[in-house]
């Protein structure tokens, strides 16, 4: 069994963010990676609005940042999958996917959020034979190919333009007319002569035997179906919150999200949560380092008001029993 004051689960923006700074106050946090190490932020091609970074960064740099500078303070990192917890006494326990148990003080949930599937036949098939998630993997092996890009928000802009550095063309598949990522990412898909637009449509069916070979595509204003050749689908439809291991044991909002207050304090005295897996706002790298922060200065604050309230209960007992003894 391992035992930590504070176990952070995952190990994205958020994740580390908070074992910077609890690592800073001495708690050394146990930090347990999860399945994917770095959360979303290092399957991300460039990161071009973190603070700090003039030129930008690659997603996976950053990650490889984040976690060294936690680990210079004394951070540790364990490398698997939390599948239980039992939050109802403190320590806390977790179970690994390996059968270890983690005993916990405080608990950082950091489990951010994964890509949201398109849920059409084929897709699943398909995965990983020309079905891909993540442009930064990816990408380098549709050189010279064409692919179809599902989305109108950030990611998809920011990784279909990342992938039009390998593939001849590029098609954007958007199901309203116009785009919600940022006007300066718009503009640059606008001018790139790699990238087209598949306007008012959605993917039915993702076709294919052994690799994905074409897209089924509806046109949501004319009910129109075509088929589009492809070699590549990369959905960037948004992200679903990594919280099925809290379904039954912490607040859940209906689109699943975790609930905290505004101090990231979920409703048991002493699991906090942060990053993506609470946030459907902003969800950024550094908001997600905002909260992580905060996460890691209220379980030192609840650490020591433990300590603080155990000392002082000790006391009590001492003051109670010393004086009946001296009359004994
Ligand atoms: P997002 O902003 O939620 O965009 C999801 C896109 O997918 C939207 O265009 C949405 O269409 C579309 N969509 C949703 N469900 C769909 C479905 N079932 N079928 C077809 N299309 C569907 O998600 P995101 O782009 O992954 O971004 C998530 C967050 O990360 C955002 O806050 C974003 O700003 C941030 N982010 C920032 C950057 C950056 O700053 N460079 C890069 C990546 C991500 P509608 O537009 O019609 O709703």
Excluded at 66 to 73: D, V
Aim: proline share 4%; aromatic share 8%; charged share 25%.
């Amino acid at each position: 069994m391992t035992h930590s004051k504070v176990v952070i689960i995952g190990s994205g923006p958020a994740g580390l963010t908070a074992a910077l700074y609890a690592a800073r106050a001495n708690l050394e946090p146990l930090v347990v990676r999860g399945l994917q190490p770095g959360g979303l932020i290092a399957t991300t091609s460039e990161v071009e609005n973190y603070p700090g970074f003039v030129d930008g960064i690659g997603g996976f740099e950053l990650y490889e940042h984040m976690e060294r500078q936690a680990g210079r303070f004394g951070a540790q990192y364990k490398d698997a999958i939390i599948q239980r917890v039992d939050l109802s006494e403190r320590p806390f326990k977790l179970y690994t996917d390996t059968d270890e148990l983690i005993s916990a003080d405080t608990l950082i949930i950091a489990t951010g959020a994964s890509p949201r599937k398109l849920g059409v036949p084929g897709e699943e098939k398909l995965a990983n034979r020309g079905v891909s998630y993540c442009a930064t993997c990816d990408g380098f092996f549709f050189r010279n190919k064409k692919v179809v890009v599902v989305g109108g928000g950030n990611s998809a802009l920011d990784e279909g333009l990342f992938l039009t550095r390998f593939v001849d063309e590029l098609v954007i598949v958007h199901r309203r007319d116009s785009l919600r990522a940022d006007p300066v990412l718009q503009e640059r898909a606008f001018d790139n002569p790699k990238v087209r637009f598949v306007w008012d449509s959605t993917v039915d069916e993702v076709l294919g035997g052994e690799r994905v070979e074409g897209v089924k595509l509806r046109n949501l204003k004319t009910g129109e179906q075509t088929t589009l050749e492809t070699e590549g689908v990369f959905p960037y439809i948004g992200h679903v919150p990594n919280t099925w291991l809290f379904k039954d044991v912490l607040e859940l909002d209906e689109t699943g999200y975790l609930v905290t207050d505004n101090r990231q304090r979920t409703q048991i005295p002493g699991v906090f949560a942060a990053g993506d897996v609470v946030d459907h706002v902003y969800r950024q790298a550094i908001t997600a380092a905002g909260e992580g922060c905060r996460a890691a200065m209220e379980a030192t604050w609840f650490l020591s008001e433990q300590e603080h309230a155990a000392k002082k209960s000790q006391a009590v007992t001492e003051e109670v029993v010393s004086p009946a003894l001296g009359q004994w």
